[in-house]
């Protein structure tokens, strides 16, 4: 068994334990997507092992999943465990490990929030948290929060669970939080140790109570004995004091060295390919008519000068259009589409602005380059992504080099559409989240509202004219 299928093995014990007698459930799974995940699960094996947790539940079990790196995202919504693991296939690929921050506090605000929400009366409400090995609690005002939400979950009625890699020493924290809410917290030590005395404990709820092997979980520390001496300082939890004198069990080191080692074996194979590639090239110079010294003299370049300086009047209304059109670009996606995960604006419409007010004679900056390269290239971009999710760099060279040789059979080359494909590949989770609306709004949207600005600004000087032509 994974390491992965194990933690959610844990999971299914972080469900069962309290609600043996219970006759339906409210699961929230809260799963880490940030970074620092990465260094546990580098093959993402938890893609694989969430749909079999979920098809271990009982029907009468119904679950919510949010991804969280530092914001948190619904990755399944409200759905029957008998039907959530086919459901949940959709959406795996958001699982990447790409983002150095997890914001705790904000998971379990949205988890919270939905149980209060959409929870049914009289079921158990259970928020289960995989993380990585301790809390991001740098700061004070996040330990605040989460005392806070310690206490809303206490008083609704909800258990919190903590899975956590042990590596290090356990975090005091999180279990301090899970056993404030009459949860449990749960650590991975061996993976090859089974628990097979558990399984009649999860008989009651699960579909094979006897193929599970689980995890001990952690139990909480004795209560601190009266000292003769005075204490010395120590820092504890405010909601619940951990014996810092209790030894900690050593850990032994499980964590994988493959992702160092991935990273090099790819940079080789990488340069590999690209030698192997500029060999293939010097080979066929003998079969075509290459010339070796012209190649590198054209290298010099013709000498005609550096580009001619504008006028003052050109300068002022290439300032103002690109002033007003990313102006409304942005004020739009930001009235419209705040507090969601889509977005009207992108990179590439900065590049965009450039040659539509600033280049406005340029071949490249005719409407038809302008809106028809952004289509096609954050097209091109999403199906890249789509198709090479795990390889990124793969993804975006693809996504470039294709978009290049579209726009050039569609007439429609235009610069900023390199960006726009490449952004679909290595942007953010919200743009990855969007799918192939990314291809409508930004993508669309946004170089439509840049034409019709140039188009009202342009025109104005006497001396501009936009557009040479149309299409």
């Known amino acids: 068994m994974s390491t992965v299928q194990r933690i959610f093995m844990v999971l299914m014990l972080c469900l069962l334990l309290p609600v043996t007698q219970a006759k339906e459930t409210e699961l929230v799974l809260l799963l880490d997507n940030s970074s620092h995940m990465k260094e546990n699960d580098p093959h993402f094996l938890l893609r694989s092992a969430l749909p079999v947790f979920l098809a ?29 693991h086919k459901t949940i296939l959709r959406s795996l690929q958001r699982i990447t490990y790409r983002d150095p921050q997890a914001n705790v506090a904000i998971a379990l605000e949205k988890a919270l929030a939905i149980l209060k929400k959409n929870a049914r009366s009289g079921a158990k409400k259970i928020i289960a948290l995989l993380n990585h090995d301790t809390l991001d609690t740098h700061r004070n005002k996040t330990k605040q929060q989460l005392h806070a939400l310690a206490d809303q979950c206490e008083k609704e009625k909800v258990m919190l669970f903590g899975i956590g890699f042990a590596d290090f ?3 005091h924290l999180l279990q301090s939080l899970t ?5 449990q917290y749960f650590r991975i030590l061996e993976m090859q140790d089974t628990f097979r005395d558990l399984s009649k404990t999860l008989a009651p709820m699960t579909k094979q109570p006897n193929a599970l092997n ?15 001496h005075p204490p010395t300082p120590a820092q504890t939890d405010p909601i619940l004091s951990v014996n810092n004198t209790t030894p900690i069990q050593a850990v032994p080191n499980t964590r994988t060295e493959s992702a160092p080692h991935t990273s090099v074996v790819s940079m080789v194979e990488w ?3 690209f030698c192997v590639l500029l060999g293939l090239l010097w080979h066929a110079r003998k079969y075509t008519s290459f010339d070796m010294h012209g190649y590198l003299h054209k290298m010099r370049g013709s000498f005609n000068g550096s580009p001619p300086r504008v006028n003052t009047s050109e300068i002022v209304w290439s300032w103002i259009g690109g002033f007003i059109g990313i102006g409304t670009v942005a004020l739009l996606s930001e009235c419209c589409f705040q507090g969601t995960d889509s977005t009207l604006i992108i990179g590439s419409l900065g590049s965009s602005a450039v040659l539509t007010y600033g280049a406005i004679r340029s071949p490249l900056a005719q409407p038809r380059n302008v809106l028809g390269g952004h289509i096609v290239s954050a097209i091109i971009g999403v199906a890249c992504y789509q198709l090479l999710p795990t390889m990124p760099a793969l993804a975006g060279a693809c996504a470039v080099s294709t978009a290049i040789a579209v726009m050039h059979l569609t007439r429609t080359l235009h610069p900023p559409g390199g960006a726009t494909a490449l952004i679909a590949v290595i942007g953010s989770e919200s743009i990855h989240q969007m ?24 025109n104005i000087s006497d001396k501009r004219r936009y557009p040479e032509v149309w299409f």
């Open 56 to 84: 271990q539940l009982k029907p009468d079990t119904r679950l919510a999943v949010f991804l969280f790196d530092k914001k948190a995202s619904l990755l399944l919504p409200w759905t029957p465990a008998a039907s959530a």
């Open 169 to 171: 020493p356990e975090d």
């Open 179 to 183: 056993w404030h809410t009459h949860g």
């Open 214 to 228: 689980l995890p001990t979980p952690v139990q909480p520390p004795p209560p601190p004995q009266p000292e003769i």
């Open 271 to 273: 340069l590999c390919g």
């Open 435 to 458: 799918g192939w609306l990314y291809a409508l709004l930004p993508a669309t949207l946004g170089p439509l509202i840049l034409i019709v600005i140039a188009v009202l600004v342009n």
